[in-house]
C-alpha cells in the first residue's frame, strides 16, 4: 500500500462522516423544473443548506402526487403550494406556511387577441381551459364574478397544458403563468390579452412554502433552517438573475427552456415577489383573511372550521410547542439553579441578581410566558446533585465536567472563549505553550481547570479561590497571568478599574454555555431546545457588549505612531481653521448646484422629470438596450380635452389636476421606470427591462387608476395612451414616433383607451 491510500480513505471518512452529520430533508415542488424555484435551488448549490446542517432533496412535481398528503404523511417534509391551502387549514388539516415568495399569484387567463376577449366580461359563453380545482383558481373564479358573470356562464374545460390548443383554436381563454407563457407567444410575434385578477384587486399569494405541525413541532431547528437558507437562497437568486438562470439552465432544465426564457421568467418572478420593496417572504394576517373572506364567498369551504391565523403562519421567533409540552409548563415550575457571586455571569447589584445567565434565563422564560423562578446555590455541584433528584431544575452548564450520568445538556446557548489576563508590560501570547513552566492562576472551583490540566499539563497552575485573589497575585507580580472565562477576566479589569492589567490572550477552546438538566425530563429538554433555537443573534449581541468590555493588546508598539499622528493631527487642525471660510463658501455652493440641478431636470409644476431630462434618460437607455440587447417599451399619453378643463375651470384647476394625475402616475410605476412631462398636458414613460405587453398592462391599470381618481372638477379626467417596444431596426425617434402616431390613433377613435404597436 503507497502513502497515498491511508490519506486518501481517512478523507473520505472525513467526508463520510461529515455527510452523515447532515440531516435529510425533501422540498417537494408543485410544478417542473424552471425559474419559479430558483431559491430552492441556489440554497442547495451555494451551500446555505448544508450551513443549516441539511441534505435537501428538491423534488420535481408529478401528477401522481398529491402535495398536501405528501406533506401530512411526512413523504416530503416541505413542499411549495397555492393560497388554496389556506382551505385546507380551514378544513383542519394541520399545516403551516412558512413563507409566500410571491406576494402576487403568477396565474393569470391568456386569450389571443383575435378572439376579441378583451375583458372578462368577453368571456360569457366561451371556453376557458383551467386546472379542475377550483381552490387553485379562486383568483381567477373571483374575477370573473367580480365582473358580474356567473361561473356557469362559462365553458370551462380540463387543462391540457398544451399552448397549441390556445393557439388552434380548441379553447378560447387559458390560465397561464405570467411569467411562462407571454414570452413564448411574443416569440412567435402572436398578439394576446392578459387577464391578470391582480388588476382587479384579487390579490393572491403564490409559491408558499409550507410544512405539517407535526414536523414544526417535533423539528423547529430544522424548520428555522429551511426557512432561513431559502429566503437566502431567493434572495441571491433575484439579485443575480442571469447566473441563476443559468445554473437552471444547465442543471435543473427538464423542460428544456431556452436560457432568454429563464431571464425572462426571473425577471417577471422578481417584479411578483415585490423583491425590490423588501417583501420577499413576508405574509401578512390581513391578506390571508381577506383571502379566506373571498374562499368562503366562493363557497369552498365544504367542512371549514375556524382557526386562528397564528396557527397558519410560521413565526420564526414564537416556540412552537406540542399540546403536551404547554401541558407541562402549565403544570410545572420550572427553576434555575445559579450562584450569586459568578461575575458577570451572575452577580448581585443592589439586592438584584444579575448577570449574563440571567438575562439569557429572562429570554428564554419571556418566549416561554412562564415565571422566573430562581434558587441560589452558591457550589456547582451542589446544584448538580439538586438536579438529580427534581427533574424541573436547571442550571447553566460549560463543560463537560458539569455533566454526570444522570444528566443532559440542551443545545449549545452560545460560545464562551477563554481569556489570559496580565500586567500590562507582558507580550501577546497566542498560543497556550507559550505558557509553559509558568506560574498561571486559574479558580480551583472552574469547570476549565481539569480540561487544562490534562491538556496543557507543562503550566504551572496555582489554584486560587476566586477571581480577585488572581488579579492581586498578578499586581504582586506572583503570577504571570490568571486565565478564565473572557467575559469574567473582562468584567472584573473594567470594574475593578485596573488599568495596570489587560487581556493578553484569548483562546478559542469552544466552551458553550448550555442548560443542564436531569435525563429523565425529554419534555423540558425539548422545550427549552425549541426556544434557544430562536433567539436572535442581535439578542446575543446584546448581551454580550453589555459583559464584554476589556480589548486584549497585542504585542506591537504603537507609540512611534504617536511621533507621526500628534503633528499630522495639529496640521489638520490648522488647515480645518483656515478653511473654515472656505467649506461655508462649498456648502453654500453645493446648495445652489443642486437647486439649479433641479431647475435643470425637474418640472417645475409637476415635480417629475422635464423633456431634457426625460431625453437624456431615453438616450441613455437606447445606448444601453443596443449594446446588451435588452428590452424597453415607451408610454405616450396626454389628458383628453385638456383644453376644455383649462377653458372652463381656468388654468389654476387645469395645474391642480396635473399635478394629481402626476402623483396618481407616480405612485403606479416602478421606481426603475423613468416619467416625465413631455409638454403641456403630454407625458411619456420609460419601462426598462420591459417588453410591449407588460407595457400595456402598466398603460391600462394607469388608465384605470386616472379616470377613477377623483380630480375635485365636474367632468372625469381621463387619458389617452400608446405603446411602443424598441425594435432592432429603430432608431430614437421611429420609436418615440410610434407611440406618439399610436396616442393620437386612440384621440380620434373615442378617447380614454390604449393603443399599442
Partial sequence: MNLATPIIITILLMLNVTAKSLEKVSIQLDWLHQFQFAGYYIAKEKGYFEDEGLDVNIKEFNFNINLLDDVLNSKSEYAIGKSSLIIDRLEGKEITLLSAIYQKSPMVLISLKNSNINTPNDLKNKKVMLTPDARSTASINSMIISQGLQLDD??????????????????????????????????????????????????????????????????????????????????????????????????????????????YEGYALKELAQFDKGLLGKIDTKRIEEIKRLYLLLGLNKNATNFKLDDLIYDVNKVALTKKEKDYLKNNAITLLTNS??????????????????????????????????????????????????????????????????????????KVKVGLATLVDKAFVSD???????????????????????????????????????????????????????????????????????????????????????????????????????????????????????????????????????????????????????????????????????????????????????????????????????????????????????????????????????????NNIRTTDFFGRWGGEEFVIILPETSKIKATNVAHILKEKISATDFNIDREVTCSFGVSQFEETDSGDSLLTRADDAMYYVKRNGKNNVKVV
Fill in 341 to 414: 457571586s459568578f461575575p458577570p455571569f451572575t452577580m448581585t447589584k443592589g439586592k438584584k441578581l444579575t448577570g449574563i445567565e440571567l438575562d439569557y434565563w429572562n429570554i428564554i422564560t419571556k418566549k416561554l410566558n412562564i415565571e422566573e423562578d430562581i434558587n441560589i446555590i452558591e457550589r456547582s455541584y451542589k446544584a448538580v446533585e439538586k438536579i438529580k433528584k427534581n427533574i424541573n431544575y436547571v442550571k447553566f452548564a460549560y463543560s463537560s465536567n458539569d455533566y454526570t450520568k444522570d444528566t443532559t445538556v440542551t443545545k449549545p446557548i452560545t
Fill in 154 to 263: 362559462i365553458n370551462f374545460q380540463p387543462h391540457t397544458f398544451k399552448l397549441d390548443d390556445l393557439l388552434n383554436g380548441t379553447t378560447d381563454a387559458m390560465g397561464c403563468y405570467i411569467s411562462n407563457e407571454p414570452y413564448i407567444l411574443s416569440k412567435k410575434n402572436i398578439d394576446f390579452t392578459i387577464h391578470n385578477p391582480s388588476d382587479y384587486g384579487f390579490d393572491f399569494y403564490g409559491g408558499l412554502l409550507f410544512t405539517s405541525r407535526n414536523e414544526l413541532n417535533n423539528n423547529p431547528l430544522r424548520a428555522k433552517g429551511i426557512y432561513n437558507a431559502t429566503l437566502k437562497g431567493w434572495k441571491y437568486a433575484f439579485n443575480n438573475i442571469e447566473e441563476t438562470s443559468k445554473l437552471i439552465f444547465e442543471k435543473f432544465n427538464t423542460q428544456k427552456k431556452s436560457l432568454d426564457s429563464l431571464i
Fill in 432 to 666: 497556550m505553550s507559550e505558557l509553559d513552566n509558568k506560574k498561571i492562576a486559574i479558580s480551583k472551583y472552574s469547570t476549565i481547570y481539569a480540561l487544562f490540566k490534562n491538556k496543557y499539563p507543562n503550566i504551572n497552575y496555582i489554584e486560587i479561590e476566586n477571581f480577585e485573589e488572581g488579579l492581586k497575585l498578578i499586581s504582586q507580580k506572583k503570577v504571570f497571568g490568571l486565565i478564565g472565562k473572557l467575559p469574567t477576566l473582562s468584567y472584573s479589569i473594567t470594574q475593578k478599574s485596573l488599568t495596570n492589567m489587560k487581556i493578553s490572550g484569548i483562546f478559542d477552546e469552544k466552551f458553550q454555555m448550555r442548560l443542564l438538566l436531569n435525563n429523565e425530563n425529554k419534555i423540558l429538554e425539548s422545550v427549552l431546545n425549541k426556544t434557544i433555537s430562536i433567539i436572535k443573534n442581535e439578542d446575543k449581541n446584546k448581551i454580550k457588549n453589555k459583559y464584554y468590555s476589556v480589548i486584549y493588546q497585542t504585542t506591537i508598539d504603537y507609540t512611534w505612531l504617536y511621533k507621526i499622528v500628534i503633528p499630522l493631527l495639529i496640521i489638520i487642525l490648522i488647515v480645518i481653521i483656515s478653511n473654515r471660510k472656505l467649506n461655508k463658501e462649498v456648502k453654500k455652493r453645493k446648495i445652489i448646484e443642486n437647486k439649479l440641478q433641479k431647475v435643470a431636470n425637474v418640472d417645475s409644476l409637476t415635480n417629475i422629470f422635464n423633456r431634457r431630462k426625460i431625453e437624456s434618460l431615453y438616450n441613455r437607455e437606447l445606448i444601453r438596450v443596443k449594446r446588451y440587447q435588452r428590452e424597453l417599451s415607451i408610454i405616450f399619453f396626454d389628458i383628453d380635452d385638456f383644453k376644455l378643463i383649462n377653458d372652463k375651470q381656468g388654468h389654476a384647476i387645469g395645474d391642480e389636476v396635473l399635478i394629481k394625475l402626476s402623483t396618481v402616475v407616480k
